[in-house]
């Protein structure tokens, strides 16, 4: 114990360090929110109530752009063009889009499939649900931080509904928590990078980019691993590189009692900091704090799912508070969102005590192949609007966002009907089991 509360410590206090130097704090320099209130035709500029400030300030529209470009009295994020002059429009993106019924409802099912994949393979669901407000028509940066917003208060459901289970090893999930905190304040860095130079359209790119190469990797390396488990009802076995690496005597040496494992506690430092990375930068930690602690620190898919909950609780509340102070949160995405999810996350928790580690391990790995499928048919729109490729033409354009749209509804449909199907088969045998345990104590 003493061990463990000197390295949290020592992380803690670098992590003060590292937020010093990297705080939340305002957006970037080349990006400013606001709402436009008047446009002069003649003069071809638009003034702006900027965020924070009293007085309009007057913004020259960028070359290519025309008066019917600037949105009045909405809230947009305007992306400056500093090689042109320090108030020229570069880009104007809407940030928070209007609210229909239609947009409403999606929001909750989307939420609650989301919260459903949340309970059940501890990732957070995020890497559907970060596509999915993009496709409604979010901004990237504004999908991330609402989604980052939403899921703490459901990954503390989760947490506790799993810890109730006896799956959740709460010294592993502070540890990890600890090196995860430092890496949401460097991926909120990397992402106002992003937002600096490249404006909205560089934040999608980004997000879609990192979304496919890594659910591919992860996605097909979880997939190989679950088909390898699930022949002849065989066991998951602890990783061979996890083997390894228990065996490895660094101070401090940390036993985690629920995963089962002595591990030097470094070894979890770099799983921890590329889940705060990736949850900061596209709000998906999971997927990596998952197969990290499955294949790295050789906790079981079970324990790793719960314990993940735990780490996105701490990190989502501390990466809120950041995104909300550079306000680029959507409260009411993150509402109903959150009010579906908290549904969801508990039949999902629930789902886990009535099926085996590769169960969850195929639908991790089903629903992150297909969501890749989504977010790289956005891809080549994406390269269009930063003029790296040819912009497209309009039919393949639709296209594309057909087969984004539909594949992304696979996902959801796949992960519903997957967990639903292992919960009811779970639940019967499990009944059928207790039935036959009673008729044979009946008889004795």
Known sequence: MKKFLTLLLTVLIGTLLVHNAYAGGPPPKNVIKGIFTQLDPATNTAKIHVDGHDELRTLALGEGMTIDDIILDKKVMVSLDPHAGPNVIKEVSLMFFDMTITKVVALLIVGLIGGLLSGFIGSGGAFVLTPAMMSLGAPGAVAVASNMCHKFPKAMVGT???????QVDIKLGLVMAATAIVGVQIGIKVQKIILDHWGNAGSNLYVSVVFVLVLVVVGAYVLRDALK????????????????????????M?????????????????VGLFTGMLAA????GGFIGVPGMIYVVGASAMVASATELLVAFIMGAWGSVQWGMAGLIDIRMTLLILAGSLIGVQLGALGTTYVKDHTIKLVMAAVMLIVAVSRGAKVPGYLADLDLIPHLQHQFSVVLNSISFWALIAALGVAAIIISVAMINGMLQDRAEKQVHTVQEAAG
């Open 281 to 284: 930068t596209i709000a998906v």
């Open 229 to 252: 488990s699930s022949k002849g009802n065989i066991e998951a076995k602890t990783s061979k590189l996890a083997l390894y690496l228990q065996k490895i005597e660094v101070w401090p």
């Open 254 to 270: 940390m036993e985690f009692k629920v995963a089962n494992v002595r591990i030097s506690a470094w070894v979890t430092v770099p």
């Open 160 to 166: 506790y509904k799993r810890w109730k289970y006896g």
